[in-house]
């Protein structure tokens, strides 16, 4: 049975990836220091047999006995609220911790896949982005924190399979959403399903003209075994191809809620990208992998989870 660890495995794309690995007959070592990962999101599978959670802060040291496999490094702040409030834990995570993490992986000559980032291409200027392009970002602004962790985080996983021979993947996830997404999370859809089951105001940064491209967790998860599975070793996009402006995002949650909320306006953060959308040509034809949940289906499997949670 191959073993593989999940760093960052109780936040939200990390706990269906540890509960996937899981039926996959993998035996999964969780790692996470709970910052703004949930145990809930594991609760689940905390007492199946080849389960095990480590309460870890990946930048210090992680030792572990015994064969590992696959190593899936998932530990960072991941939404723009998150990484604002913690922006040194970011950079030292995507620093530091993907270090230790590689470091394991060569110790234990384990495959090893980084959870990257669509926000590597910053505010871009090409469109849709693909993996060829090299981005626009602002390494000093407030979102920096995030966006050059892990273009870091990419640096230093191709450095250590150039130099250590460590067999890497890169996934360059964008904006992804479904059930474990936290009601606090700070990002549009939870922000906006919450928002309009309470028919409260739905806030909407700058103009909703801004665009996003949103995969639903499932699709990701697939797609992220699948290269997990691959000998890609160079970054790959994967998301949705399917681009939607955030006012029509609103409105589309509005109506999926019933809800009387009418939308407001307020100023957009800094840096904050005006397209967001992945030329997922590569994922297509390497891994035969592209999205299937229509983000209408998607939205109501996320608005029937918030709904059980009885927090709104």
Request: glycine residues 8%; charged residues 20%; contains cysteine.
């Amino acid at each position: 049975m191959d073993t593989a660890v999940v760093t960052g495995g109780a936040g939200f794309i990390g706990s269906h990836l540890c509960h996937k690995l899981l039926n996959e007959g993998f035996k999964v070592i969780c790692i996470d220091n709970l910052i703004t990962g949930n145990l809930n999101n594991i609760n689940k599978i905390k007492e199946h047999n080849n389960f095990s959670f480590i309460n870890h802060d990946v930048t210090k040291f992680i030792s572990l006995e015994g064969k590992v496999n696959f190593i899936l490094h998932f530990a960072s702040p991941a939404s723009p609220s998150d990484y604002l409030e913690f922006p040194i834990q970011t950079l030292k995570v995507g620093s530091l911790g993907t270090h230790n993490a590689l470091g394991l992986a060569k110790e234990k000559k384990a495959t090893f896949l980084l959870a990257s980032t669509s926000e590597i291409y910053g505010d871009p200027q090409i469109h849709p982005q693909s993996e060829d392009y090299w981005g626009h970002v602002n390494p000093i602004g407030p979102r920096g924190v995030y966006d050059e962790a892990k273009r870091f985080a990419e640096a230093l996983s191709m450095a250590y399979h150039r130099h250590h021979k460590v067999d890497t993947r890169i996934a360059r996830i964008f904006n992804t959403f479904g059930p474990n997404m936290r009601t606090n999370d700070g990002r549009a859809i939870p922000n906006f399903i919450i928002q309009s089951l309470k028919d409260q105001p739905v806030t909407v940064y700058g103009d909703g003209t801004q665009t996003r491209s949103f995969c639903y967790i499932s699709d990701m998860i697939d797609g992220l075994f699948k290269l997990l599975m691959s000998g890609i070793t160079s970054p790959l996009n994967l998301g949705s191809a399917e681009e939607i402006s955030i006012s029509e995002l609103a409105n589309e949650i509005i109506q999926l809620n019933n809800s009387v909320s009418k939308i407001i306006f307020k100023n957009l953060p800094e840096n904050d990208p005006k397209v967001r959308q992945p030329d997922i040509t590569k994922a297509r034809e390497e891994l035969k992998w592209e999205p299937k949940v229509s983000l209408k289906d998607g939205l109501n499997k996320t608005i029937k989870y918030f709904k059980s949670l009885n927090q709104t």
